[in-house]
C-alpha cells in the first residue's frame, strides 16, 4: 500500500515535470540563460587571459553550462504560475508541495544534464580529453540534481512577480560563478577567497570536472561528491520548507 502511495507522487511529480518542459523549457530562454551566457563569459575571459589552458576554461565552461541551465527556470516557475492564476489549482490538487517541488526539480534536472553536451562538443571539437568519464557523467548528473534543488530556493520569496525572483536570482547566481573558481584557480586564491568558494556547490562541481579533464584536483575527489551530495540534500529540504511557508501566501 506504501508502496503505492510512493509510485502514484512520482507519477504525479512526472506530470508535473512534463507540464513545466512543455510551458517553460522548450524555449529560447533556456538556451540562451544556460548556454550563450556562460559561452559569452568564457569567451570573453579567454580573449583577456591566455595564459589559461584550454581544459581549465572549458571545464569552467561546463560548470557554468550546468549551472545556469538547471538554474535558468526553475526560480520564475513559481510566481508565473501565481500570475496566470494556475497555481490554486495544482495546490488544490491532490498533490503535496513535496511531489509539486520534485516535478519542477526533475525538468530543470533534465535540461540539466542534455544543454551542457553543447560545451562538452566544444572542448571535444577542439582536442579536450574526458579521462575519467564514468565520473564526468556522474558530476554532471548529480551537479544538475544539485543546482535544481538551489533553483528552487530561488523561487521561494512570495512574490507573484517573475521579474522580482528573477533579479534575486541574478544577484545570487553571478557572485557564485565569480567565486567558485572558474575563472581563477582555488589555489591562487588568497585565503579568504578559498573560504568563500567552499560554500558554493558549484566550486566541488568545476573542482571534479577539472579531475576528469586533467587528473588533478584541488580537493580530493570524495570530497567533491560528498559536497554536491550533501548540498543538493540541504536545498531541496529547504525549498519544501520555505514553499510550505510562502505557496499560500501567493494566492
Known sequence: MQINLYLNQIKRSLGVMKKDIFIYYLKGPVVIFGFLMPLFLFLAFFIG????????????LIGMTVFFTATAVSPVIAPWEAQVQTLERLISAPISITTLLFGDMLASFLFGILIPILPIGIGLAIG?????????????????????SFGLILSSPPSN?????????????????????????LEQMPYWGKTVASIS????????????????????IQIDFIAIILFTVIFFFLAVQLHKRTIYKRI
Open 49 to 60: 587571459s591566455r595564459k589559461m589552458s584550454v581544459d581549465f576554461l572549458i571545464s569552467g
Open 201 to 220: 556547490p558549484l566550486t566541488y562541481f568545476t573542482d571534479l570536472i577539472r579531475y576528469t579533464i586533467n587528473g588533478t584536483s584541488y580537493y580530493p
Open 128 to 148: 579536450v580529453n574526458i579521462i575519467h568519464p564514468i565520473i564526468f557523467i556522474l558530476g554532471i548528473i548529480l551537479a544538475a540534481a544539485c543546482f535544481s
Open 161 to 185: 512577480a517573475p521579474s522580482n525572483v528573477m533579479m534575486i536570482s541574478s544577484l545570487v547566481r553571478f557572485p557564485l560563478v565569480f567565486v567558485s573558481g572558474i575563472f581563477i584557480p
